[in-house]
């Protein structure tokens, strides 16, 4: 079992930075891939970000985020960042952080097993 809590959202002005920590409880975080998704409000929940358990070995980012988002992780505190910077107003949404097992890194919601219970992200223009 994992828990999984975010933080670090907020109200941002387009073109500034912000950073979403996800702290996960349990001794056996290295092992799990981890990723970050979005949902703005009416739209299905999308991939963001995504990284392997061992860190450097595996990332991958949605196009959309691509350049501007930075995913990484300290497994000496179990967290799991998001460094999201040049934000846009179609960055705003509730981000939720994500945990698998696996040998993959997947990019659907429906392989992460376990789930954060989301950070607001609002971005004004």
């Known amino acids: 079992q994992v828990q999984l809590v975010e933080s670090g959202g907020g109200l941002v002005q387009a073109g500034g930075s912000l950073r979403l920590s996800c702290v996960a409880s349990?001794?056996?975080?290295?092992?799990?891939?981890m990723g970050w998704f979005r949902q703005a409000p009416g739209k299905e929940r999308e991939f963001a970000a995504a990284?392997?358990?061992?860190?450097?070995?595996?990332?991958r980012y949605a196009d959309s985020v691509k350049g501007r988002f930075i995913i990484s992780r300290d497994n000496t505190k179990n967290t799991v960042y998001l460094q999201m910077n040049s934000l846009k107003p179609e960055d705003t949404a509730v981000y939720y952080c994500?945990?698998?097992?696996?040998?993959?890194?997947?990019?659907?919601?429906?392989?992460?097993?376990?789930w954060g219970q989301g950070t607001q992200v609002t971005v004004s223009s």
């Open positions: 349990g001794r056996t975080f290295s092992s799990y891939n």
């Open positions: 990284i392997s358990w061992s860190g450097g070995g595996s990332i």
């Open positions: 994500a945990a698998q097992l696996g040998s993959l890194l997947p990019n659907r919601a429906q392989e992460y097993t376990y």
